[in-house]
């Protein structure tokens, strides 16, 4: 699998992606991590405009999407019931996702994240058991409780080489 940046015509199949993603969530019992229209078209657009959007590839399909950022998410400022690894510059996957049809899609993203720095860090929905899975498979540590700017908790994870 490759990891390429996602470009305007991958658009749809992204947002496909993102729909049985949510769709999962829900038949999984985590119904209420991305609130309805999340993540939105014009959220991947900007993310894209700022080379933050990738994609997830194998055989010239597009099986997954994520955004990879470099530099401090505001949201990681404060952490409740822990600390953070390090307070090294980081990078962090968000909006991670995948079409069900084939694995390693996480796994693809963490490399590419690895790739670009030694330390990673994630969020996730308490509810979100296959993402807090993958992420202590691949040795993301969990770090504490961070809130998003609405206020919801997320559990805070960190990998740290």
Known sequence: MIVRPAKTEDLDVIM????????YMVATGNGTQWKEGYP????????????????CEEDGQVHGVFAFILGEDSTYRVIEGGAWKNDMPY????????????????????????SK????????HENNHTMQHLLEKHGFEKCGIIYLADGRPRLAYHYAQ
């Open 117 to 124: 720095t030694d330390n990673v860090r994630a969020d996730t």
């Open 40 to 55: 939105s078209r014009e959220l991947i657009e900007a993310d894209m405009a700022k080379n933050q959007s990738f994609v």
């Open 16 to 23: 496909k992606i993102y729909t049985r993603a949510k769709q």
């Open 91 to 114: 990078g962090t996957i968000h909006r991670i996702a995948g079409d069900g049809e084939v694995k390693g899609v996480f796994r693809a993203a963490f490399e590419f994240a690895k």
